[in-house]
């Protein structure tokens, strides 16, 4: 997954364990937390004047939310979509995040044998934020 770095940071994960451990991240949580309560501003249009770019981009929206809202997608993927994010428990997926990513970090601790280093400094903090986007586009220039 693209960007995902700042999730599990930039420490090497290069054994089986560590592997298995951010494979289990990526296809459960990770994923379920990025498509449903992750919002993307998405570009519109780009249009080049002179010698600047100037760039037009919509609302934010998780992908979640662009699928209901199209007409492309079929009615019973939408249902399906709804009652899995009906059972989601936000605050809950994120303790299930931090947990995961502390054995991750626990693992690499292992390998290195480097109790005595606090590795959270070496990490971008990783925050999760809730808001409500204006509707209107917003424009970049």
Known sequence: MIGDKKFVGYLRYD????LGMLNELYRSELRVYKNFF?????????????????RKYGYPQTPYRRIIESDEVEERIKQKLMKVYISLNPAQLKRSIDEKLNRLYMIYKHKN?????DLRKKLKPNTVTFSIADQDPISVT
Do not use: F, M
């Open 113 to 117: 044998k480097t109790q005595d280093i």
């Open 15 to 18: 054994i089986e364990e560590e």
């Open 38 to 54: 992750q919002p993307v501003i998405k570009l519109i249009s780009k249009e080049r004047l002179g010698g600047r770019i100037h």
